[in-house]
Structures are given as structure tokens and as C-alpha cells.
């Protein structure tokens, strides 16, 4: 099994930041790609960020400039710096990993439970 585990979501007036985390455990043998993806009530979950295990970063143009996604490849982490945010970020956001597990010959996509961000204007 692997277990991806957000945290850092909060509530935050507009203009101000907050860095969201995303824990990997279970049984990896690697993790590809992992990205950042959000919901908002009625709205279809989108892409905000992606990044490759080789640190190459992809960005939803509404966050480029004030998202930055990060990771840590030795501690199983993925990071969101969130700035300058806006009320429209206001979502409830998923961490998600194209994972290789231990003995499988194909990686599968995971995803965490999702942690709420909200902006107030």
C-alpha cells in the first residue's frame, strides 16, 4: 500500500501565504511524477503544479509566479509554496504521485485525502 498524507492547508487572508506538504509512505521502490491538484466547490478538480523526479516543474497559468512546488526525493515529500494568494484559490487541494511499489513491474497514480485552503478576501 502507499499512503500520501497533506497537510498545511489553513485559512489566510488574501495576499498572504501558506506552504502546503504531501508525506509518501508504504511500499515505493520510486515515485516519477508528482504534482499538486485542487477542487473547488463545484468547480472539476484541476492541475496547479506538476514536477518530475528530476526537479522539472510544470505550472497552471493562474498560479505561475506565486505557486512554487518542490521536492524532497530522500524524504518521500512534495511541497507547495503558495504566495500572494487570492480568493479564488480557495479549494481543497490533493497531492498526487505516480508511484512504483515495491515487486510491481508498472507505476500506478496515487492520491491523498486532500487538505482545504481557504482565502478570504
Known amino acids: 500500500q502507499v499512503q500520501l498524507v497533506e497537510s498545511g492547508g489553513g485559512l489566510v487572508q488574501a495576499g498572504g501565504s501558506l506552504r502546503l506538504s504531501c508525506a509518501a509512505s508504504g511500499s515505493t521502490s520510486s515515485i516519477n511524477s508528482m504534482g499538486w491538484y485542487r477542487q473547488a466547490p463545484g468547480k472539476q478538480r484541476e492541475l496547479v503544479a506538476t514536477?518530475?523526479?528530476?526537479?522539472?516543474?510544470n505550472y497552471a497559468d493562474s498560479v505561475k509566479g506565486r505557486f512554487t512546488i518542490s521536492r524532497d526525493n530522500a524524504k518521500e515529500m512534495l511541497y507547495l509554496q503558495m504566495n500572494s494568494l487570492k480568493p479564488e484559490d480557495t479549494a481543497v487541494y490533493y497531492c498526487n504521485a505516480d508511484v512504483l511499489r515495491l515487486g510491481m513491474p508498472y507505476s500506478l497514480f496515487y492520491w491523498g485525502q486532500g487538505t482545504q485552503v481557504t482565502v478570504s478576501a
Open positions: 514536477i518530475t523526479s528530476g526537479g522539472s516543474a
